[in-house]
């Protein structure tokens, strides 16, 4: 039987237990062993320990650690997603110089240590680079509040951007060349939409615009599964981010789709390629 890896941070596997666990099943039923590794554990992994482990045929990599991944991949082994996508998609000044680069609409955002705050407009939002789940991103309405915030902060480690309509986003769940679902979802209570902070979630359509922002991030990237978040200005949609280590909660309470055996059989096809 081949085996394979499934990457998480120690703090973060036990939440994700029916993923992993699910997860687990649908590579079985695909002849391949499965198996969780905590984050403390490959941090200082060498080849030996790949070798000593067997090489697995691929991992799946949850940590959000684009440098675990990019080292299995100088090793030949397949990383999903790859060290690429976590690199731009885990860090938004990355993603945000990609989406420049690929000429997608993206609200002007600053580094908060680079930007001139007394020429900019309030209310603004200020997001920390690597965070995630909402936990990280402020609204802030005037000069002061900024300055006040800014304090005993790193300022480089923030972006800033202005603040659109709030408590709303798009969240498309794109798996390889392909859009599984997207939602839209809403919190009335929050400006943050984040469905784990108690947002509603309902499945949307894309518009033309959308889907155009997509196929370019498709073009320029090599994804597995990964989310595609869209914020709204006056009804236009700008990309927000790129979900690397993207949940699926949403997904199998809102709907029927096996996304986790759908994103295995992804997996396998893309291993086989390569064989
Ligand atoms: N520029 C913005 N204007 C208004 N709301 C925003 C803006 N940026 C983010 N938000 C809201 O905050 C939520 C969390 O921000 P996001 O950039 O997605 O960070 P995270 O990676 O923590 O989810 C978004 O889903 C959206 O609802
Ligand atoms: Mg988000």
């Known amino acids: 039987m081949n085996n394979a890896w499934i990457l998480y941070n120690e703090h973060e596997y036990k939440k994700n237990q029916f993923f992993i666990e699910t997860f687990i099943e649908t590579m079985a039923e695909r ?3 499965l198996s969780l590794f905590l984050n403390g554990n490959c941090k200082n992994m060498g080849i030996n320990e790949i070798k000593k482990n067997e090489k697995p045929l691929f991992v799946i990599n949850r940590t959000r650690d684009y ?15 790859n060290s690429i996508v976590s690199e731009i998609a885990n860090d938004k000044w990355n993603s945000y110089l990609f989406a420049m ?4 609409p993206v609200l002007e955002t600053n580094l908060l240590n680079q930007v001139q705050k007394e020429k900019i407009t309030y209310p603004q939002i200020v997001k920390k680079r690597i965070g995630h789940g909402g936990n990280d991103v402020f ?3 005037t000069l002061e509040q900024l300055n006040s915030w800014a304090e ?13 309509q709030t408590g709303k986003d798009v969240r498309a769940y794109v798996l390889g060349k392909r859009v599984v679902v997207s939602f839209l979802r809403e919190n009335n209570n929050d400006f ?13 359509t ?12 498709m073009t320029g990237l ?7 978040d869209f914020v709204f200005d006056s009804g236009v949609p700008f990309f927000n981010e790129l979900e690397d280590v993207v949940g699926t909660r949403m997904i199998y309470e809102k709907t029927n789709i096996n996304i986790i055996k759908e994103y295995a059989n992804l997996i396998m096809s893309k291993v086989g390629e390569s064989r």
Do not use: C, H, P, W
């Open 192 to 204: 943050r939409a984040n469905y784990s902070l108690g947002g509603t979630a309902k499945t949307t």
């Open 152 to 164: 005993n902060r790193d300022e480089s480690q923030y972006i800033i951007q202005k603040a659109v």
């Open 67 to 81: 440098r675990l991944s990019r080292f299995f991949e100088t090793n030949g082994i397949m990383v999903f997603n």
């Open 31 to 33: 002849g391949v062993e």
């Open 101 to 104: 680069d690929l000429k997608i």
């Open 206 to 217: 894309l518009s033309k615009d959308q889907k155009n922002i997509i196929k370019k991030i």
């Open 139 to 141: 609204f802030i309405e």
């Open 222 to 228: 090599n994804l597995g599964l990964v989310g595609v």
